[in-house]
């Protein structure tokens, strides 16, 4: 019986040092990708907004948000824009320390999502191609070092956010506050771009997949 219980519980041990793993070689591999922007310095139009609007009064920032966005093209992300500005005033107009955080938010995404996979029941080489393909390859992957805040960075944070948030709810028999959690994430993704709108139902019914999964 003790064998049995020490066996049933190893797994649950090792997924610290599972995740310390995986989180180290995510930065390895995101420096090894994207290492080359650390030393970059603006590009016209990154220099032309960034370093414009950081020389910018807030009450600016709301008026260029409501002119722009709302009244000239019909659009409601007002977590994009403050995201974009919040990231200005925290770090300046430095290019370096800018791709240095942008990067830094697709590792954390990557391992969030990676966290929900194993947490469905996903095994480990099945995780790591999900965030591999879903993430890091492909054209999507220049939100990881592009500096001019794509939506796209912290949406996909958010919706990373939302989706560990949903597969711990899963794991819980009754309501807890990660099903809050997760709620929020989603609506401020929405309010980053509105094509993270589109995917509330799928994740919505995350929780039964993830329950179902693991059941088996």
């Not at 995986?22 to 032309?48: I, K, P, Q, R, W």
């Not at 977590?79 to 954390?108: C, D």
């Not at 080489?125 to 393909?133: D, E, G, K, Q, T």
């Amino acid at each position: 019986m003790s064998g049995d219980v020490a066996n049933s519980r190893s797994p649950a041990r090792r997924l610290p040092i599972e995740y310390a793993v995986v989180l180290a070689g995510l930065v390895g591999l995101f420096c090894l990708l994207f290492g080359a922007t650390f030393h970059a310095g603006f590009s016209v139009m990154e220099e032309y907004r960034i370093v414009n609007d950081s020389q910018r009064p807030l009450r600016w920032w709301l008026a260029i948000m409501i002119d722009e966005d709302i009244l000239a093209f019909g659009r409601v992300r007002p977590v994009y824009f403050f995201f974009h500005f919040g990231e200005i005033l925290l770090l300046g107009a430095s290019p370096h320390a800018l791709h240095l955080a942008t990067t830094g938010l697709g590792v954390l995404t990557c391992f969030l999502f990676y966290g929900s996979a194993r947490g469905a029941a996903a095994d480990i080489l099945s995780a790591l191609v999900f965030i591999l393909l879903f993430a890091v390859t492909g054209d999507q992957s220049t939100i990881w070092y592009r500096i001019f805040s794509p939506a796209e960075t912290f949406g996909m944070l958010l919706t990373a956010v939302a989706v560990w948030a949903l597969v711990r709810t899963a794991a819980r028999a009754e309501p807890s506050s990660w099903n809050a959690a997760a709620l929020v994430a989603m609506a401020l993704a929405g309010l980053t771009k509105e094509s993270f709108i589109l995917i509330i139902p799928a994740l919505l019914l995350l929780p039964r997949r993830s329950y179902s999964a693991g059941a088996r």
